[in-house]
């Protein structure tokens, strides 16, 4: 079921705004889990779930919709918490995120609620099922639109450039990619695109600095060259733009003959001072204290 | 007993099989990692060339587009050899396949050091420990090619993951039907039933009140020769084909235990964590007698001719047989 009438980009915000706030209290209620990669995210999620994806919360399994593959299955909160807004289920039930006998685990578990669609947690695995997915859809002359959200994590994996070069090779372009290019994973800076700090030279490899985070992990530029190498079509947009993200991925899923990635640059944390560009955030909870603060500045 | 044979190597059932089930409107897809040949499914993509993906040598990356396809309603069949699919991409096996429980068949050829020549990379001998270690997966040992023929369509049919393995050498059939050389009394008596495969059920192949030998695979063969020779000398060998290690057949054992006292398991494959675990746990839990495990003891294989190999290791009649005495003589007296 495509929406039936348009939402507009400051309904967008408002949605991406409440889903942050969610984000919050469920890491801090949960007093664990991934807010940094949430937040970064946010935005694709709510582009995806009230703007781009045909699907319907009420028939979750409805063989024709738009699937929405989450591969960087540490991005509960925000995966939960778009459902949620989305009308998959009431958002009362985040308040149990990572409590034992709940639905909303840790890492995301396939139709548990309806509408996870694949399971998820260790990094790399869902562009290859993404793959499994697009070419059923066109083995059943389904025109749905498979679409992947990874990490730069994932794209750290060796199964991911595995499942690039089939994606090509198979010719999917009923498939798109979509990378939270936030540039922080879990023990700090992948590069040195986000870290700023002129005292340090750079230097190749990665070093560890004195709180312990390490910069410069791996770097995966030239990114978008990458996949342009492994046959891909490629954009890169700024992720929190929801004009350019929307316009990008309405061109991706027109584009015909080849797989299409979009490479949507990121901030980790994005919408909370304390949490961006900060690696601390990737797997920690905020205390109550720097929870309040947040939800202050997440405040419509 | 063995009259001229026939022989066939188990890993030639794959892909007929799954062109006759295809033919019968299963809706079937194939995912292959460069293997296609060796394991008989690129018989499946000659006739089939819609539904057979080609992924290259990638095998974590066929494993998820096998979990993605199953994801969408297929039945997905996924193929290589042992030690590269599950255990090259253990991780992809365990979260896109088990933890979902998604119906992705991996049937993995070249187990056990029966691969023979290409030495002990190409040999899998850990492959039963890690699937039964994996809670959704029904794991299957087919004694011959006769049995992997029905254990696929079993998988084919069954909801759910399933891990099938077969071997590479051409291997006496045991369940020939032109032959009917074994079977149960019952089975004797009844005429013209060919043998079925059943999960959970392990195939009474020699009846017998002293010892049971319980083995699978290759080993199947080795514990009937291994029953001739006890009979020569008056000992009374239970053999059972444990081909279905889970669902296992937890009633066959406790009976084995409870009529003849002593158990022996057979396999190609580490002494740990397979079929001799499998049976012992059983073995503990609800009918303490005595067993031995014939199999590999803490090694890994070499190279060499499959039959050979199998003397090498003691996976032999002999020792079959020698464990046989052995635990008959560790019975209370």
């Known amino acids: 079921m495509a929406p039936t009438e348009t939402v507009s980009i400051e309904q967008l915000e408002a949605i991406a705004r409440r889903i942050r706030r969610h984000i919050v209290r469920m890491t801090t209620a949960a007093q664990s889990g991934h807010p940094g990669g949430s937040l970064s995210c946010a935005d694709i999620l709510t582009a995806l779930y009230f703007r781009v994806l045909r699907h319907d919360p009420q028939n979750p399994r409805w063989p024709d919709r738009d699937r929405l593959i989450v591969s960087k299955g540490h991005a509960t909160p925000a995966v939960y918490a778009a459902l949620a807004e989305a009308g998959y289920f009431p958002t009362d039930e985040l308040r149990t995120f990572r409590r034992l006998g709940s639905r909303l685990q840790g890492h995301t578990v396939m139709n548990v609620p309806p509408g996870v669609e694949m399971s998820a947690g260790a990094l790399g695995m869902g562009l290859s099922f993404s793959l499994g997915?697009?070419?059923?859809?066109?083995?059943?002359?389904?025109?749905?639109?498979?679409?992947?959200?990874?990490?730069?994590?994932?794209?750290?994996?060796?199964?991911?450039?595995?499942?690039?070069?089939?994606?090509?090779?198979?010719?999917?372009?009923?498939?798109?990619?979509i990378i939270d290019r936030n540039h922080i994973q879990n023990d700090g800076f992948s590069d040195y695109l986000r870290y700023q700090d002129g005292n340090r030279p750079q230097r190749?490899?990665?070093?560890?600095?004195?709180?312990?985070?390490?910069?410069n992990i791996m770097s995966l530029e030239p990114f978008a060259d990458k996949w342009r190498a492994f046959g891909w079509r490629a954009?890169?947009?700024?992720?929190?733009?929801?004009?350019?993200?929307?316009?990008?991925?309405?061109?991706?899923?027109?584009?015909?003959?080849?797989?299409?990635v979009v490479i949507a640059e990121t901030t980790k944390g994005k919408g909370v001072s304390l949490m961006e560009n900060n690696p601390t955030f990737h797997g920690k909870a905020p205390t109550p204290e720097q929870a309040e603060q947040a939800l202050r500045e997440l405040a419509d | 007993m063995v009259q001229a044979a026939r022989t066939a190597a188990s890993r030639e059932a794959l892909g007929p099989t799954l062109v006759r089930l295809a033919r019968e409107g299963l809706d079937i897809v194939v995912v292959d990692a460069d293997l296609g040949v060796s394991t008989s499914a690129a018989k499946f993509g000659r006739e089939f060339p819609d539904r057979f993906f080609t992924m290259g040598v990638a095998e974590a990356n066929m494993i998820g587009v096998a979990a993605g396809l199953a994801a969408c309603g297929k039945i997905a069949f996924a193929s290589s050899f042992a030690v590269f699919a599950p255990e090259h991409c253990l991780d992809q096996v365990r979260m896109a396949v088990a933890q979902p429980g998604l119906n992705v068949k991996l049937v993995a050829s070249h187990g056990g050091v029966v691969t023979g020549e290409d030495g002990a990379s190409a040999q899998a001998i850990e492959d039963l420990a890690i699937m039964l270690s994996m809670p959704t997966f029904r794991v299957?040992?087919?004694?011959?090619?006769?049995?992997?023929?029905?254990?696929?369509?079993?998988?084919?049919?069954?909801?759910?993951?399933?891990?099938?393995?077969?071997?590479?050498?051409?291997?006496?059939?045991?369940?020939?039907?032109?032959?009917?050389?074994?079977?149960?009394?019952q089975d004797r008596q009844a005429q013209g039933r060919p043998y079925r495969f059943q999960l959970g059920r392990w195939h009474l192949l020699r009846p017998g009140l002293d010892v049971t030998v319980m083995a699978c695979g290759v080993m199947v063969k080795a514990a009937l020769d291994a029953a001739e020779l006890l009979a020569r000398e008056g000992i009374d060998c239970r053999v059972l084909n444990a081909s279905s290690l889970r669902p296992m057949d937890r009633e066959a054992v406790v009976a084995a235990a409870a009529e003849t006292g002593a158990i022996v398991t057979a396999e190609d494959h580490l002494v740990h964590g397979g079929l001799g675990g499998l049976v012992a746990e059983t073995v503990a839990r609800e009918c303490p007698v005595p067993m031995a495990f014939v199999g590999m003891e803490d090694r890994y294989g070499t190279s060499g001719r499959w039959d050979e190999l199998l003397e090498y290791f003691h996976l032999t009649p002999d020792r079959i047989a020698e464990a046989a005495r052995e635990v008959m003589a560790r019975k209370p007296r």
């Open chain 1, 204 to 215: 190749p490899g990665g070093w560890v600095r004195e709180d312990l985070h390490t910069v």
């Open chain 1, 235 to 260: 954009w890169q947009v700024d992720g929190h733009d929801f004009a350019a993200l929307i316009a990008a991925l309405e061109e991706a899923k027109a584009h015909k003959g080849q797989p299409t």
């Open chain 2, 140 to 185: 299957i040992v087919p004694a011959d090619v006769v049995e992997a023929e029905q254990a696929v369509e079993v998988a084919a049919r069954s909801y759910g993951p399933f891990y099938i393995r077969t071997v590479r050498p051409k291997t006496v059939v045991i369940y020939d039907d032109s032959l009917r050389p074994f079977g149960s009394a």
């Open chain 1, 133 to 177: 997915q697009a070419l059923a859809g066109r083995l059943d002359g389904r025109d749905y639109h498979v679409y992947c959200l990874m990490s730069d994590g994932d794209c750290e994996e060796g199964q991911t450039w595995e499942a690039a070069m089939a994606c090509a090779h198979h010719q999917a372009d009923n498939l798109t990619a």
